[in-house]
Every structure is written in structure tokens, then in C-alpha cells.
Nanobody, 114 residues
Framework: QVQLVESGGGLVQAGGSLRLSCVVSGTIFSLNDMGWYRQAPGKLRELVAAITRGGTTNYADSVKGRFTISRDNAKNTVYLQMNSLKPDDTAVYYC????????WGQGTQVTVSS
């Protein structure tokens, strides 16, 4: 079955960087569009960044210029490089594989202290 496993979250000071990884198994990774979402306490889950199987990317306005999504099809992995982190970026970050029936990872906590 399809599985997504995120890693790379943690505690970082404002202005710092983190790189999240999401390893996908159980499907042909290169044929799927992928995305990163986040959910802060008391808020709805929101799109952070997405990348198509062809490499086209899009970003939420709040992270443009600071975050970069990328993929390595040889490693079945999608990444989210997060720079210039702000306390407002604190959330659980989820990886998503787009399908008619979407698949989600378990999430990884990112906490940015001021």
C-alpha cells in the first residue's frame, strides 16, 4: 500500500532553517504530484507548496521566497527547504500525494521560537 513518511521537523529559532523530507513507497513516485501542507493549533490545514510530476512548483504567498519544494525521483522523496523561519511557521507539516484518493503522511512538528 502507499505510505508516506515525513522527517526533519524540530525546534529552531526564528531566522533559522530546516529541511523536511517525505519518503514515498508503494507507488511509482515519479508519476505523482506531491505537496506539503501544514496545520497550526486551532487552524485549518493549508497548502504550503506543491510540485507536479513534471517539476512545476507553486507556493503559498506566506512562504514565497523562503521555502523551496523539490523532488528526487531516484530516492522517491520530496523535500521542503525552509529558510528564514518565523514563529508563524510553527505547525505540524504533512506530506500529500495527489490522487483521486489522496494519501497523507503522519506529519512532523516544526516549532519556531522567537
Amino acid at each position: 500500500q502507499v505510505q508516506l513518511v515525513e522527517s526533519g521537523g524540530g525546534l529552531v529559532q526564528a531566522g533559522g532553517s530546516l529541511r523536511l523530507s517525505c519518503v514515498v513507497s508503494g507507488t511509482i513516485f515519479s508519476l505523482n504530484d506531491m505537496g506539503w501542507y501544514r496545520q497550526a493549533p486551532g487552524k485549518l490545514r493549508e497548502l504550503v507548496a506543491a510540485i507536479t510530476r513534471g517539476g512545476t512548483t507553486n507556493y503559498a504567498d506566506s512562504v514565497k521566497g523562503r521555502f523551496t519544494i523539490s523532488r528526487d525521483n531516484a530516492k522517491n522523496t520530496v523535500y521542503l527547504q525552509m529558510n528564514s523561519l518565523k514563529p508563524d511557521d510553527t505547525a505540524v507539516y504533512y506530506c500529500k500525494l495527489y490522487r483521486t484518493l489522496d494519501y497523507w503522511g503522519q506529519g512532523t512538528q516544526v516549532t519556531v521560537s522567537s
